[in-house]
């Protein structure tokens, strides 16, 4: 899991614990920006892969130099893109499938609310 997200997606390992009331866990983000992924394992307990195929983490990249260096990372790092439950994702992106079966959307797209 860890791989996908710093190999491929690109985030840094911010800092992460140990059986910490008996989770394990890693905290990935950039640093000094205001969000992050938190990734947490129970001792003796096995979880379950993504619900659906909707379960879905976009990143917006407008630049085409940037939406390009992130899908080549992503398939650098040994990742290839899986085909979107929702074809709006492949027209403009492209879509990739962590270990749990959640998936991480390249958008070559602006996005405001």
Not at 32 to 40: K, M, R
Not at 55 to 78: E, K, T
Not at 81 to 95: C, H, I
């Amino acid at each position: 899991m860890v791989r996908f997200y710093v190999d491929g997606v690109g985030l840094s390992v911010l800092t992460s614990f140990k059986d910490h009331e008996g989770f394990d866990g890693v905290i990935l983000g950039a640093p000094h920006a205001s969000y992050h992924l938190e990734f947490t394992h129970q001792h003796g307990h096995v979880a379950g892969r993504a619900p659906t195929q909707e379960n879905l983490i976009v990143f917006y990249l407008l630049d085409p130099h940037h939406w390009q260096a992130a899908v080549s990372r992503m398939q650098a790092a040994g990742y290839q893109p899986v085909t979107s439950l929702n074809p709006y994702w492949d027209r403009a992106g492209m879509t990739f499938e962590d270990p749990d079966g959640y998936r991480v959307v390249f958008q070559q797209d602006s996005w405001s609310l």
